[in-house]
């Protein structure tokens, strides 16, 4: 059975950081490309980030370049989302993505940047 299970959301002060965390199991972790969108209320998921197999190429969506950073640890399959200088438009619920051989996705983690 295939999983995908988000941690690490809650609500935090603008200003203040957060790490996501998602861990794999059920398929091959290291042949799926990871990813970390994100969908805020009224609006449509947006990717945020993501990181290849290999774990050496990144991608970041132009309004969390310089304040977030993604990684992943093969061995343990899991994949990571530092996040830092947080502001209130990064309130929205976060998801985990795997794309591979197939597409899919964890159940989502609510991030609330909030003073």
């Known amino acids: 059975q295939v999983q995908l299970v988000e941690s690490g959301g809650g609500l935090v002060q603008p200003g203040g950081s957060l790490r996501l965390s998602c861990a794999g199991s059920g398929f091959t972790f290291n042949f799926y490309t990871m990813s970390w969108y994100r969908q805020a209320p009224g609006k449509e998921r947006e990717l945020v980030a993501s990181?290849?197999?290999?774990?050496?190429?990144?991608n970041y969506a132009d309004s969390v370049k310089g304040r977030f950073t993604i990684s992943r640890d093969n061995a343990k399959s899991t994949v990571n989302l530092q996040m830092n200088s947080l502001k209130s438009e990064d309130t929205a619920v976060y998801y985990c993505?795997?794309?591979?051989?197939?597409?899919?996705w964890g159940q989502g983690t609510q991030v609330t940047v909030s003073s």
């Open positions: 993505n795997a794309r591979g051989r197939f597409d899919y």
């Open positions: 990181i290849n197999t290999q774990g050496d190429i990144t």
